[in-house]
């Protein structure tokens, strides 16, 4: 079943196009790396996504309900009460870790659950608990973000989407603030979560990664996705001269 139908997505910022008719869908269980240079469009596609951003025209569809329309007018949103229907299906995390600075790691993670989606206080806890403890933070429940470094608070971000119980997961360049040493901690937990069969979608410039845990690869570049694959046939062999020739920078 797909989780995710993205189909002839369209955006621009007043004369500049930055998304051209993309379509990408995403199954259950599967995870999708979204590569290419600055500036492609990315981080733009994931905003329109999770309707951050307003599509200008297509359609977006979660687990078989199309939430966006597209019409000859333009793209037709629904109300707002049916996108906050639609954003429980994924969790999202972002590079710059997003975390309530006045608010415990335990409170920035249980926050959502107990006050959004109403669930039970102790068993929230129970759970934020143990997220902690699977994503390698365990002792930290009760610091504050300002006492955490860049790849802890990104651990908490992580743990905050999970707590949630979203049918997939967006990273947005989830290791691009960091440190290689840092960046290694966090792809090591991203791939326990692919190893566990978590949808993802990840936007990220970290290629080796892409490469180990993708089922699929996309190559974005001037707002449209230019080869598609897997990432044997992306990465390793890539058809379109263009991604040979960004795959070739990145190597220099």
């Known amino acids: 079943m797909s989780v ?3 189909e002839n997505i369209k955006k621009s910022f007043g004369s500049k196009v930055v998304l051209q008719d ?8 599967e995870v999708v790396s979204i ?11 994931l905003r ?3 309707f951050l951003e ?3 025209n297509g359609a977006i569809t979660y687990t078989g309900q199309k939430v966006v329309a597209k019409s000859a007018q333009g793209a037709v949103y629904p109300s707002k009460k049916e996108i906050q229907r639609a954003c429980a299906n994924f969790g999202l995390v972002f590079q710059n ?7 415990s790691v335990l409170k920035n993670i249980a926050d959502a659950p107990i006050v959004i989606q109403k669930r039970n206080k102790v068993e929230v806890y129970k759970e934020v608990r143990e997220l902690l403890q699977k994503v390698g933070i365990g002792d930290k429940e009760n610091s504050y973000p300002c006492e955490l470094s860049g790849g802890q608070q990104q651990r908490v971000a992580i743990a905050r989407a999970l707590a949630l119980h979203p049918k997939m997961l967006y990273f947005d360049e989830p290791t691009s603030a960091l440190d290689p040493e840092i ?5 090591r937990v991203m791939k326990e979560l692919a190893a566990e069969k978590m949808t993802m979608v990840i936007v990220t410039h970290e290629i080796d990664f892409a490469k180990a845990v993708s089922d699929r690869v996309v190559f974005m570049d001037g707002g ?15 058809k379109n001269e263009r991604t040979k020739t960004f795959l070739t920078k990145l190597s220099v």
């Open 4 to 6: 995710l139908e993205l």
């Open 22 to 29: 993309i379509t990408l869908k995403v199954d259950e269980g």
């Open 35 to 45: 590569i290419g240079p600055s500036g492609s469009g990315k981080s733009t596609l």
């Open 48 to 50: 329109c996504a999770t």
């Open 54 to 56: 307003h599509i200008d």
């Open 97 to 103: 870790f997003n975390l309530f600075p006045h608010f």
């Open 183 to 187: 960046t290694a901690e966090i792809l």
């Open 224 to 238: 449209m996705v230019v080869e598609e694959g897997t990432p044997e046939e992306v990465i390793s062999n890539p």
